[in-house]
């Protein structure tokens, strides 16, 4: 049997009010350590259930953690932010939505509830949904990759937490082989 590498973590922000996103990045990184890398927020109008929900103009950015997660993991992560996302509600409404997924050498994956027919169940109701794969230094989206993804929105932002995440990998390799020592 072969080791589970570990993954990047990246969580999707979509939000309408900064105050709120910053909350929300102070709960994540008491839960799962400093953040690396943080976009720039951009317009967001990709869901018009997360528009009726939360109203407009909404905004959505990405944040990247330090700590590298093992991807097994990732059900759990995202039922942590469920809990936040309820944390946050104003008179029963979202005031932020968040997307936990991970990152790898060849691919960016996000979870959700919702089945599609591209998801693969991972446990306790959440689903997988690779959105993006690398090939080389660019980026492709998939045919269900939705519209901000295939538009190319954020190759750069995802570039840059692909880098990041080659050094974390390439640190906890050099670790692995000097405890071996």
């Known amino acids: 049997m072969y080791p589970v590498e570990p ?13 709120v996103r910053s909350d929300a990045k102070e709960f994540m990184m008491r839960r799962w350590g400093l953040i690396d890398y943080e976009s720039d927020p951009v317009p967001y109008s990709g869901s018009e259930k997360i528009t009726e929900e939360m109203g407009t ?23 942590a932010c469920l809990g936040l996302e309820e944390r946050f509600r104003y008179q029963g409404k979202r005031r932020v939505n968040l ?19 591209q998801r693969v ?7 997988l949904d690779t959105v993006l794969f690398f090939v080389k230094d ?12 295939k ?6 932002d995802f570039l840059t937490i692909r880098g990041l995440y080659k050094q974390g990998h390439d640190s906890l390799k050099k670790q692995a ?5």
């Open 99 to 117: 997307d936990p997924g991970y990152l790898d050498f060849f691919k960016v994956v996000f979870t959700s509830t919702r089945y599609a027919g």
């Open 7 to 19: 993954v990047k973590l990246v969580v999707s922000l979509i939000y309408r009010d900064e105050p």
């Open 57 to 79: 103009p909404l905004f959505r950015s990405f944040v990247s953690f330090t700590r590298l997660v093992d991807p097994g993991e990732i059900a759990l992560i995202k039922m």
């Open 121 to 127: 169940y991972h446990s306790a109701g959440i689903y």
């Open 151 to 156: 538009n190319h929105f954020y190759d750069q």
């Open 177 to 181: 082989e000097a405890a071996q020592k």
């Open 138 to 149: 660019k980026i492709q989206p998939f045919p269900w990759s939705t519209a901000d993804f």
